[in-house]
């Protein structure tokens, strides 16, 4: 069974300061990795991808991948009451749908 | 309209119903797809559709019926559901079934089963 592991949170942190997501997935062939982000009663919104080891940069995020220890992560500094939320890593390998972990809620206090 | 669109945006139904779920996409895109979300649970992937093609069926209970008419047009139909049906229901689509630019979700039907 392809799993996507988040941990549930909450993680709070005040404002201003960087925020760490983490996710962590079983199906080595995973090629692409997304981070979404849904407030509560919204859809999920596409924040970032990536597809190849090492850092990708938008803004104030940063994804993060390592396909070696199947750990992604996502960096939002310089964090914002306006960005809590509940963030949904998700995965993919070619010529299947993606898989979606549980979320991590992210609050930020000002 | 641009994006995804789903109706309703609310529904409540009795065991017994019948009822139909609609999504629409208007960014030209081959795939579509449902999913269910629960509370406390991952986003479950249902029905897979590319270029109106079923290309995968998540082990979904019959109870669920999906039509694709065409590439931009996805529906749900329900029948005889259960209360542990309720959930959110969400609708994607992408360019293409492999999901390599990730995909955009409609606003989704909050579905409650009495």
């Known amino acids: 069974q392809k799993e996507v592991e988040q941990n549930s949170g909450p993680l709070s942190v005040p404002e201003g300061a960087i925020a760490s997501l983490n996710c962590t997935y079983s199906?080595?062939?995973?090629?692409?990795f997304f981070w979404y982000r849904q407030y509560s009663g919204k859809s999920p919104e596409l924040i970032m991808f990536?597809?190849?080891?090492g850092d990708k940069e938008d803004g104030r995020f940063t994804a993060q991948l390592n396909k070696a220890s199947q750990y992604v992560s996502l960096l939002i500094r310089d964090s914002q009451p306006s960005d809590s939320a509940t963030y949904l890593c998700?995965?993919?390998?070619?010529?299947?749908?993606?898989?979606f972990g549980k979320g991590t809620t992210l609050s930020v206090s000002s | 309209e641009t994006g995804v669109t789903q109706t309703p945006r609310h529904l409540v139904m009795g065991m017994t119903n019948k009822k139909s779920l609609k999504c629409e996409q208007h960014?030209?895109?081959?795939?579509m797809y449902w999913y269910k979300q629960s509370a406390k649970k991952p986003l479950e992937l249902m029905f897979v559709?590319?270029?109106?093609?079923?290309?995968e069926n998540n082990s979904v209970p019959s109870r669920f019926s999906p039509e694709c008419p065409n590439s931009s047009h996805l529906f749900l139909h329900l029948h005889t559901l259960q209360p542990e049906d309720s959930a959110l229901y969400l609708c994607?689509?992408?360019?293409?079934?492999?999901?390599?630019?990730?995909?955009?979700f409609g606003s989704g039907t909050r579905l409650t089963v009495v």
């Open positions: 998700a995965v993919s390998q070619a010529g299947t749908a993606l898989i």
């Open positions: 199906d080595r062939g995973s090629q692409s």
């Open positions: 994607a689509s992408s360019q293409e079934n492999r999901g390599h630019y990730g995909y955009t």
């Open positions: 559709y590319n270029f109106k093609e079923q290309t």
């Open positions: 990536i597809y190849s080891n």
């Open positions: 960014l030209g895109h081959n795939a």
